[in-house]
């Protein structure tokens, strides 16, 4: 409540001649000093590395709808009961489940040898003892799109379009089209499978999986990623002008309608008209690595600087922790919530997937009468290094249904220079995280919820971006 | 130091008197215009990343005595010749031949996972459908040692030994035990199976084969090392105090007396009197890379600065390029050169067998008459960063058995600070490969060939170290 009255006083001495009449840069708005002590005694946290290393050591991968991911709900709701949350419950949904099988590839000519590769999710399998047929080489998106259909017509389509590193994953959404697409395509025009530069920035030979989608109607053919090595290399032996005959074995299936769900802690607020604040990740995992930074770090940053604002006094609004089922096989956890839950009344939405690394940029989208918020969340995230986007805020697979409804929008962005090496592979696990950077994040989610959680301000709905 | 105090009368004889009666630093021996010319054109460099490219790209991996070596034996014969050596020619030798079969590990108690293995060279199978044992978890080779046969017998045992990073290289034999010996002494115990934390010195999750060995009269037993982050979670789960129940699928097998060979390529001198320059790497490599590091590199360098002597004009020793076989399972190639070879008279050995990083440093082991090489191969390497050591050259497993012999060594030593990330790994790949650095070494190589295969001095036998 303290923290509360500083807070309006704060937001009007905004407003005093003397300041209004500065010229830019304007001075900053001021934070009650709590916010500025639970964000520097956050840099000492052990709840998130903690939660991390014990998802992943105890339970490990924890693919969609799996008995893993079954586990895992159980692994969280005892960790966050344990951790003084309340209202901890699992909401279960249903869904139809994918498995990985055996995979395999092999050039038969012109130079025999193995490639490294993992399906995508959704991938149709070859038969038990493998397809054969010829590549057809592209180097990008762009070169299967202008190509014949008869070059594509039996073959078996490979793509590149190498993705380039940036600091705001906005390479993505760009370049993950071969992967995101490029299998529904190719699968239209005729092409018996599809292997794809794997979506990453590293050089290692891991294979990144992930979602592609056949839409109804598309037939599913089996589609998945080289190493970003093996891709070079594969299009190394193109280079040399013979035809290439590559042999893949992939034998993924559907299993079925399984039970998936999402795990919800609470920590109450002493306003509940003033609406919720939602924070979260995602539970479950690509199956190869232990989803370290995707997502455990994520689920551990949100659910740590919750329990530091919940153990520092009542917030005025309810902050919930999400922990959502099945995000990466297409945000059904996320869906499901919002159907849920979307009649309730939600202040603010906030996400955290994308690693473990320290957060730079923060970007809002708030109603006109909350920006002081964001005022207050510039001068509170400053000295750990997060500066004010120009953007638009409301990004994340999980909130988006919710976002959609109109709910307003507050990110916390971590760098994702390094991330897009790691991003479903094998080698997400523990060993990537660095405990530094993890505690930052977790000062500056602490931050962010000591000063949203507790705003004075009414925080309506918003248009969303 | 009395190598040093040679160093300074040769810079007396080789210098004007005024520089030979300063103070030390001994001014240094003089080297001939036309060997600085070599040495940096040889910066620019294209044949050894082609003969990587080449090689890595259009054999791939070419395990010992496998169908793939023998490929990359007719690969080398037409690349050798085609860059213009003479005497080019395989020396075939026969062996037995041990390949990879299926592999996987399980974690079945208390927290059930997949972890990520590779078999060790000579490991034994387990049955088709696995071994299930409890697993004896010791953190390094001497908790193992210093254990009760009894916490041992029956048990998979699992051997930490962390291998610390550097620069020399001397980490690994240090901490290799675990692998060189570990296997045979946890079979003579009563132990099952082994698993090792990989002897690797990076943190992601690509296990390091290598070989082991089981002497005459012990039992082999599955034997396959565990990626650092996975023997890392190992140790993680072991530290929750609860039993392991493990599940292993290895099923390696020996296929029986194969093929072989050394690829032998020369520049022949003018006085074949003075002795054979040996220079060479290894062409076999491991199966689950591409083997460019290890060492496509190394057969790489020493060809293309080989080269570089031959198109400069003939040389006084002729210069004898061996790209040995079957070194990784135990030196077959370099052993059947020394016994082929061992009665000619050899005045140099060299291998470069250590990656393609930086070369840092050389050692020496010449006769007395022939320090003066030495001392000019310190002014012809300086000014590509490599500084003379002060330990006793020597050393390489195909040229080994050749000193063994009495022959003098000239090392040139890649830096090996990065070389043990990726060593026996899939991730050996020519991505690894830094060009400037591969040049640098070919660079150095020249140098070196230039001063020693020109050498005026005698160079007799010495005592091996």
Redesign the interface.
Known sequence: MKRFVLAALTASALSTPTLAQRTPPPAPAQVAPEVDRLRDAALTDTVAWDIV?GLT?????RLAGTE?EARARQWAVARLTALGFKNVRIEPYRMPVWERGAESAEVISP????L?LAALGHSAATPAAGLTAEVAVFPSMAAFQSAPDSAIKGRIVYIGNAMPRTQDGSGYGAYGTARFTGPALASQRGAVAIVIRSIGTD????PHTGTTNFPVGVTPIPAAALS??DA??LE??AA?GKPIRMKLVLTPRMVGTRESGNVIAEVPGSDPSAGIVLVGGHLDSWDQ??GAIDDASGIAITAAAAKRIMDAGQPRRTIRVVWFGAEEVGGLGGAAYAKAHGNERHATASESDFGADRIWRFEVNLPAGARPVADRLQTALAPIGVARGSGLGGDGTDIGPTLKLGTAAIDLNQSGWDYFDTHHT??D???RIDPAALRQNVAAWTAMLAVVANAPEEIGPVTPR
């Open positions: 290393e050591t105890e339970v490990g991968q893993a130079f025999p040898q193995k490294t050089h290692h030979r891991f970003v090595p070079e290399q190394r032996i040399r690595g232990t094998p080698d696990v523990i060993d």
